[in-house]
């Protein structure tokens, strides 16, 4: 504790992101952002339907999507 001087605990908001394919990289990453807790995963493109399905189950809070302008136009 330093006399004197205030701490202020701002909100720490998550980082806005979209994944684009969901191979062993995306499922990499996928599973590193949701760790860290500091990524709000918003979106989940995969051209694959199996794949758009799994993503679905592995992370229910994105959007799975087949066509990744989608992303670039949010």
């Avoid at 202020?8 to 191979?23: D, E, F, Q, V």
Wanted: hydrophobic share 35%; proline share 4%.
């Amino acid at each position: 504790h330093v006399t004197g001087v205030q701490t202020c605990a701002l909100p720490i908001s998550r980082i806005k992101t979209g994944l684009i394919g969901l191979g062993r990289m995306g499922r990499f990453y996928l599973e590193e952002m949701q760790k860290s807790g500091e990524w709000d995963i918003r979106y989940i493109c995969d051209v694959n339907p199996g794949i758009r399905a799994l993503a679905g189950e592995l992370s229910p809070g994105s959007r799975i999507i087949e066509d990744e302008q989608v992303i670039f136009e949010d």
